[in-house]
Structures are given as structure tokens and as C-alpha cells.
């Protein structure tokens, strides 16, 4: 069965234009890539677990912060290449970057060496208008945005 991942892709509208917030994977493998590398904040979850739970869940390990509106909507779902699929919820909120911590996650490094080292799951987030968001965002995740500013533009 293809995996599953939820995430929350976070808005606002500064000066009436919007904006995202996306979050850079960290880890020596992304450490110099930037289009089309950056995310929603969002991991794995199993069918004992609602994907806004999960969601939820995921954006606070990662970025250490509780977010206040609870005023979420679904996104159409989009599917990798590899078949996981990943539930986004848009949430408008404006929050303070400089105040993300996120947790860690160990792997081999440097690789055959046996040495573990720690990496955080996100090196950092930045806010992006949707222009910039659609070049920083991995490919398969765009939809989001567009759906995003369809719904933005409806409101």
C-alpha cells in the first residue's frame, strides 16, 4: 500500500498580495539545493491517525511552533512519482520564522564512514510570494499552490 504524508501550507497576504511559508529539508544532501527542493511542512502517517492530525502533528515536530487558527481547509491531494500521496491543509496565519526549531533525524554521515551524525528534518523556512513558491516548491507539490491561489482569489 503507497505511503501517505499530511502537511499544512501556511498563508498570508501581505500588502493584499499572498504569500507561503515553505520549509528547506535539511541534511547534507539538500544543504546547496533550492528550486525545487523546498516543501510543506508534512510527514508520514498511518490509517490510525486523521491526516489534519497527522498534519498538525508533523508541522509542530518540525518547526516547534502551535499555531493558533485552527480555521483549516483541505487541498486536493497530490501524488509523488514514487505513488505516496500527500494530504495538504491551507491554514491563513502569519507566523515569526526566526522562531522555528526543528527536531533531528540521524543518518550515516559522511556515507560508508559508520559515523552517525544529526541533521534537523528542516533547516529553515521562508516566506515566498507564489511566483517564487512555484520555482522553490518540489515539482509535484505546485498544484498546492495553484489551488491555493484560486481559492485566495474566490475569498
Not at 44 to 53: A, G, I
Not at 96 to 119: A, C, H, Q, R, V
Amino acid at each position: 500500500m503507497p505511503k501517505k504524508s499530511a502537511g499544512i501550507l501556511l498563508f498570508r497576504l501581505t500588502k493584499n498580495k499572498p504569500e507561503v511559508m515553505l520549509a528547506h529539508p535539511g541534511g547534507p544532501f539538500w544543504k546547496k539545493k533550492e528550486e525545487n527542493a523546498w516543501s510543506v511542512p508534512k510527514g508520514e502517517f498511518e490509517d490510525d491517525e486523521t491526516p489534519l492530525d497527522a498534519a498538525k502533528r508533523e508541522f509542530h515536530e518540525e518547526t516547534n511552533l502551535t499555531l493558533k487558527n485552527q480555521n483549516f481547509f483541505q487541498l486536493q491531494p497530490v501524488k509523488r512519482k514514487d505513488g505516496k500521496t500527500v494530504i495538504a491543509f491551507a491554514l491563513e496565519e502569519d507566523i515569526d520564522i526566526t522562531e522555528i526549531k526543528s527536531n533531528n533525524f540521524s543518518m550515516e554521515w559522511p556515507p560508508k564512514s559508520g559515523k552517525l551524525s544529526e541533521f534537523p528534518e528542516i533547516d529553515r523556512c521562508e516566506w515566498f510570494d507564489l511566483q517564487t513558491a512555484r520555482l522553490k516548491i518540489n515539482n509535484y507539490q505546485i498544484p498546492l499552490i495553484d489551488e491555493l491561489e484560486t481559492i485566495i482569489c474566490k475569498l
